[in-house]
């Protein structure tokens, strides 16, 4: 029966995605950094959006601060075309996306956006769609902050 799930999983790039950015955050959570490392091009292309104190993520990445300092636990992970995107939040105070793109298995580009709303949008709407507005492919939904006021931000992919 694993072995069946393991086929689907390879079958299926999104699945496999899903299930590599999964494993980075259980890796963080541990730190575990060999794992961490071997997930990561090593020309890792980053992008971030928000206060400049809350580069945590790409601390954690590049070994600047441990897996204490901020815990990231996604409350959700969905997977866009070739990006995963997770979200997360604690309280009224911190809410983050972070969008992770993928190419043969490794992660190759990372945006982490920290208090900010996010739209993901296609802009190049299929054929059979044209004249349509409506190609927002993810929003964020942190349910802790719905009345809290954030910038917002829209990703074209």
């Known amino acids: 029966m694993e072995s069946k799930k393991n086929e689907a999983m390879v079958s299926n790039p999104e699945m496999q995605n899903k299930a590599i950015v999964d494993t980075l955050y259980k890796a963080l ?52 075309g070739d990006c995963v995107i997770a979200e997360g939040w604690e309280g ?27 739209t993901v949008r296609d802009v190049k709407p299929p054929r059979w769609e044209i004249g349509s507005d409506n190609h927002t492919l993810w929003q964020s939904q942190p349910r802790d902050l719905a009345r809290r006021s954030l910038p917002g931000l829209l990703l074209a992919i």
């Open 29 to 80: 959570a541990h730190g575990d950094t060999s794992t961490v490392v071997k997930l990561l091009t090593t020309d890792l292309e980053w992008w971030f959006h928000g206060p400049p104190r809350c580069h945590h993520m790409m601390r954690m990445l590049t070994g600047e601060s441990s897996h204490r300092e901020f815990r990231f636990e996604p409350r959700s992970i969905e997977v866009v």
């Open 92 to 118: 009224a105070q911190v809410y983050w996306v972070h969008v992770w793109t993928l190419k043969d298995g490794l992660i190759t580009q990372f945006r982490e956006y920290f208090n900010t709303w996010l």
